[in-house]
């Protein structure tokens, strides 16, 4: 069956940050120097092919992007100046707004415009949603920051991160039944058997918590670097969903707040050295930003530092009133944050990236036991 | 065999420093020599090549008033040259040389001083044989009439004409169509710089016209050449009536025409309206509207490449104008249609020429799509159907992917290759000038004489040669007028010595010679009922003196008798 | 003593002859058997000078010209490829073995093929023994 070209395949991700694709001659270099490129998945340089050929459908289906850390190498080594390193960045974009279901991720990443309105839209509802709810059903009263009779209480809070937490999970779930599909579930020359998926679902929550692979890139300073953010981030997450009460109530739980330091330095410290990088354009990694890149940026430094402000408020100086307002603010750009971020744009990797490890475990098992009908054995080893 | 009376030769045996005189006893040579019948003097010295060598023989032919020379020593092809001058110097005629060649294809090929030794004895036994039945010859001269013919008023036809007018030397161009221009007239703009091929033309359309010394005979046709180099008569027929013209030279430059892209069945070039030729897409760009058959404005335009060119079943050759002209319609597209997507279907990318390789690169960064499929597999082109937004359907086997991949398309461009034309058979036979296996006029050397023919006289530029873009037939034609220019220049034309004769007495006037020699050198006097060599065109290769069947052609350096001594001699 | 075939060698001047001195410059040994005459085409070549050759008592006789489509004369080695078989049948009236009479393409860049040309031929006919022809009386033997 032959596949049917798109000739404005390019023309699209030029719009997802893929300028230099056409200057590529496929001499190779690129997927020579990529020490995470071999069989069954050779990159960039085929991605590169895709693009320039106009496979759509192809390029939706691979699981390659994802195995790229933007180490930048392929990049540095390209005789054209033609990006391979980049040209993977802006085919993760392009791949997660293929994997979302609602199509509010294609609006994102092709129009800053639309992505900030739509945080902009989200902090005036977020905000004017607390106020009113503190005036009606909270304390009332702004001059109450904690305990009984507080503008908002803790409780209430929690519960509201629990049915924001849970609409974007469900999101992100969906958009990663579509991943599966575009990339497993449909392509026939991949046969995954049902206990594989079982055995193998290890894979998931390990490289989601230890991200191992970006470990094997020559430099490990960028895997260092995203660990600290990655654990700050799951620091945040457990003392939110779990110890939200603790962190509003006095008496201090010193333990959760001792956790809380620490996360928030290790936040403020990596999205610092992200933003800084960025400036400087020292690194391949840094050298092209996409609009949302510095939206999400920006973002996230606002936040840490509103949530620094209303603790140092409350706690060192008391001013109760004041630190309500900064944790409207605070709120008013956490909640856009993580609602436009995590399933439709890149925070969305979080999830994308483990499963493109399982997936592709999965993918080379099943090729390989293609490849030798009577070697089960000789699949390769886990990841 | 009758033999002249005894002639004084001189026998020069060269030990080329050790080179023949390791192998070869040079001293014995030149005792035996003395014994030989009419050797009046024999010397062997140890380079005779040098100017002491030289002096020696020089001195020699003066001293014992020697009428014939033999050197024995290295190829004639080495330095024949150098002891003909020697004879000249000393008032000898130059073709009283032979040369025994026992450096090469003796002293160096074997190692057995006996044999080798026995072996050059004969060869200079049979140089000494051959050299008694030399004659002294002479250079001969011919007219030049300055005047040229060229055929064809193309972009090569009219730069030919303009740079031998500009010389001041009378042209005339015979043009079978109604206008001057060629196949670039019908043209856009040219790659890889996008100039307007029409104002590439019109500044030499007017100068051709006004030029005092160019006259244009259009809806003209060859119909017949005869003479020889520097002499040639040509009869025009010009709107019926003929015309007699007396030119010295022919340019050839009669172009080429376009395949028959209807030939490749799978296009379907003439059943669907919108696969149309690389020719008639410039009409479009002439008009400025590109458009689909129903008037709309094609969203896709697809460029295949290679129609007719580089297949086995059609023509095995590259047209090699069309991978750039491809390109340029890469461009033209895209800033007429903004929004337009271009798809190049192709082979190899040719992109040879001066600025090809940058103006490639530059396309490739316009956002065309590229898609490669591979000699004779070429794409296949269906109508789309009512489901598909978009108006043909292109498949190809592709090769860098190793995918069968379906190209959406609403017009397809078939970048058709350059074929030799229908009257260049015609053309051929008139000017007395040979074709290749696919019909293009062959050039006297490939690398180092691409403008003249096999027949002296006749120039070829431009496509008619093979398939080439405006640069490179530029080029050829101001060659073609550079060599003719130098002829003129000189006002005259030197005929080598050596060619054949016939003797009218003995010739029965049978043709076989005429029918054998390759350069229609050979005419036939119908009141001497005689044939007659036209010195001037005969290459000397002798192929009708081996032929004659009441020997009367001779061969001259290379007659029977000559070689019959030879024969003698070496065994 | 063994016998040394004679074998007399009409070369053309464009291809083979410039061949035969390539083999020269490259000092690629051959047998000393052929002797030879140079022409400017193989065409030029008249089937009486190969049956004087063999009346004058040489063994063999090789024609070396341009490879077909190489002429310098565009067409001279085609005729001379079309008299080679007629020449072959009249030398085998006369009762010579047509092995004796040999062509061959050789061209200015094959001198290496020129000497295994030589080499090869030299040894056919010295296993076909020396040529019968019977001796003219004007026969002139190189002693």
């Known amino acids: 069956m032959a596949v049917r070209a798109n000739p404005r395949l390019i023309d699209e991700l030029e719009l997802y940050g893929a300028e230099d694709v056409q200057k590529c001659y496929h001499c190779g270099n690129c997927s020579a120097v990529c020490p995470f490129s071999r069989e069954p998945f050779l990159f960039p340089r085929k991605s590169m092919r895709y693009l320039q050929m106009g496979l759509e459908e192809r390029l939706a289906g691979t699981l390659e992007p994802w195995l790229c850390y933007y180490c930048g190498e392929c990049s540095e080594q390209c005789p054209r100046e033609a990006e391979p390193g980049e040209t993977m960045m802006s085919i993760r974009r392009w791949l997660t707004a293929q994997y979302d279901v609602t199509g509010l991720s294609k609006l994102f990443y092709r129009s800053w415009r639309a992505e900030l309105a739509a945080v902009l839209l989200v902090a005036l509802l977020t905000g004017a949603g607390f106020l009113l709810f503190g005036l009606k059903y909270g304390g009332g009263s702004l001059g109450v920051y904690a305990g009984p009779g507080a503008f908002l209480p803790a409780s209430s809070v929690h519960v509201f991160d629990w049915i924001l937490g849970g609409t974007l999970a469900a999101l992100l779930a969906a958009n990663c039944a579509r991943m599966w599909w575009l990339t497993t579930g449909r392509d026939r020359r991949v046969r995954v058997p049902l206990l594989d998926y079982v055995t193998r679902a290890f894979l998931v929550p390990l490289h989601f918590v230890t991200q191992k692979r970006y470990r094997e890139c020559e430099s490990k300073r960028p895997w260092a670097v995203h660990f600290a953010l990655v654990a700050s981030y799951l620091t945040m997450l457990v003392l939110i969903m779990l110890f939200l009460e603790s962190l509003h109530a006095a008496p201090a739980n010193r ?129 | ?184 007239a019908r043209i856009d703009l040219t790659a890889p710089h996008l100039d307007s091929a029409r104002e590439l033309l019109l500044g030499r359309l007017a100068r051709v016209s006004m030029h005092p010394m160019i006259s244009v005979l259009l809806r003209a046709e060859l119909e017949q050449l005869e003479g020889y180099q520097g002499n040639f008569t040509a009869d025009v027929a010009v709107e019926g009536a003929s015309r007699r013209l007396e030119i010295g030279s022919v340019v050839v430059c009669t172009g080429y025409k376009e395949f028959d892209a209807a030939r490749v069945e799978g296009l379907g070039y003439g059943r669907l309206p919108d696969v149309i030729t690389s020719f008639e897409l410039e009409l479009m760009l002439k008009r400025g509207r590109i458009e689909m058959a129903d008037g709309r404005t094609p969203r896709t335009v697809a460029l295949v490449h290679c129609v007719g060119s580089r297949s086995e079943e059609y023509h095995g050759y590259c047209s090699r104008v069309c991978c750039m002209t491809a390109l340029k319609y ?171 004769e016939v003797d009218a007495a003995r010739c029965s006037g049978c043709r076989i010679c005429g029918t054998m020699c390759p350069y229609g050198a050979i005419e036939y006097d119908e009141e001497q009922k005689s044939s007659r060599v036209v010195e001037a065109s005969c290459k000397a290769c002798g192929c009708c003196a081996a032929a004659c069947p009441s020997l009367a052609v001779r061969a001259r350096h290379f007659t029977d008798e000559q070689i019959f001594a030879q024969i003698e001699g070496v065994l | 003593m063994a016998f040394e075939p004679r074998i007399v060698g009409f070369l053309c001047n464009w291809c083979s002859y410039t061949g035969a001195d390539l083999a020269g410059t490259s000092r690629i040994k051959y047998p000393p058997n052929v002797r030879v005459i140079r022409t400017m085409c193989s065409a030029r070549i008249r089937p009486s000078f190969v049956l004087k050759a063999l009346a004058e008592g040489a063994d063999g006789v090789l024609i070396c010209g341009c490879h077909p489509g190489d002429c310098h004369y565009s067409e001279g080695n085609y005729k001379t490829l079309r008299r080679q078989v007629l020449l072959k049948r009249l030398v085998a009236g006369y009762g010579i073995e047509p092995e004796r009479v040999r062509l061959e393409w050789v061209s200015a860049s094959e001198g290496q093929r020129f000497a295994e040309v030589v080499a090869d031929m030299t040894e056919r006919i010295r296993r076909l023994g020396p040529s019968r022809v019977e001796m003219l009386p004007s026969t002139r033997r190189a002693g």
Not at chain 1, 297 to 305: E, R, S, T
Not at chain 2, 43 to 67: F, H, N, T
Not at chain 2, 145 to 159: E, K, S
Not at chain 2, 358 to 383: C, H, Q, S, W
């Open chain 2, 330 to 500: 890469g461009h033209e597209v895209k800033s007429a249609l903004p929004g337009a997507a271009v798809v190049d279907l192709y082979i190899d990318m040719h992109a040879f020429g001066k600025g090809c390789e940058d103006f490639y690169r530059k396309t490739a960064e316009i956002k065309t799509l590229f898609l490669m499929y591979g000699k004779n597999a070429p794409p296949v082109i269906r109508p789309a159907g009512p489901k598909d937004d978009c108006n043909l359907l292109i498949t190809l086997d592709e090769k860098l992917s190793g995918e069968e991949i379906e190209v959406p398309a609403d017009l397809v461009v078939l970048m058709v290759g350059m074929e030799p034309r229908e009257d260049a058979g015609r053309v051929a036979q008139l000017v007395n000038i040979s074709r290749d296996k696919d019909g293009w006029f062959i050039e006297s050397h490939p690398k180092l004489d691409p403008v003249a023919t096999t027949t002296d006289g006749i120039y070829i530029a431009g496509a008619c040669q093979s398939p080439k873009d405006i640069p490179d037939s530029v080029a050829q034609a101001r060659a073609a007028a550079a060599r003719i220019l130098a002829k003129v220049a000189k006002g005259k034309i030197e005929v080598d010595a050596i060619f054949a």
């Open chain 2, 1 to 184: 065999m009758s033999r002249p009376p005894l002639p004084r030769i001189g026998v020069f045996v060269c030990n080329c420093g050790t080179n023949i005189a390791r192998t070869v006893d040079c001293e014995e040579i030149a005792c035996a020599a003395m014994e030989w019948p009419g050797v009046v003097v024999a010397r062997a010295y140890k380079y005779m090549c040098s100017d002491p060598g030289q002096e020696m023989i020089a001195e020699e032919v003066r001293e014992k008033r020697l009428d014939r020379v033999v050197v024995a020593a290295c190829s004639p092809r080495m330095h024949e040259p150098t002891f003909r001058r020697a004879l000249a110097s000393s008032g000898l005629n130059p073709y009283l040389l032979e040369m025994a060649n026992i450096r090469e294809q003796c002293s160096w090929v074997h190692d057995d001083p006996r044999a080798a030794t026995d072996k050059a004895l004969a060869l200079a036994r049979a140089a000494v044989a051959r050299v008694v039945r030399h004659e002294p010859l002479e250079k001969r001269f011919v007219p030049m009439n300055p005047a040229t013919l060229v055929l064809g008023g193309g972009i090569a036809g009219m730069t030919a004409a303009l740079q031998l007018a500009d010389a001041g030397q009378p042209v005339t161009i015979v043009e079978r169509a109604d206008r001057l221009g060629g196949n670039v």
């Open chain 1, 255 to 383: 333990l959760a707040h001792a956790f809380g330091y620490l996360a928030t330095a290790g936040l403020l410290g990596t999205t610092l050295y992200a933003l800084r990088g960025r400036w400087r354009r020292a690194t391949p990694l840094h050298r092209h930003s996409h609009e949302t890149d510095w939206v999400f940026l920006v973002l996230l430094v606002y936040v840490a530092a509103t949530g620094i402000l209303q603790h140092a408020l409350y706690r060192w100086f008391g001013l109760d009133t004041a630190a309500n307002v900064v944790y409207i603010a605070h709120l008013m750009g956490a909640v856009p944050m993580l609602a436009v971020e995590v399933p439709f744009s890149k925070w969305s990797h979080l999830a994308y990236r483990p499963l493109a490890m399982y997936f592709a475990d999965l993918h080379e098992r099943a090729l390989a036991r293609a490849a030798s009908p009577a070697g089960a054995q000789s699949v390769p080893a886990a990841a």
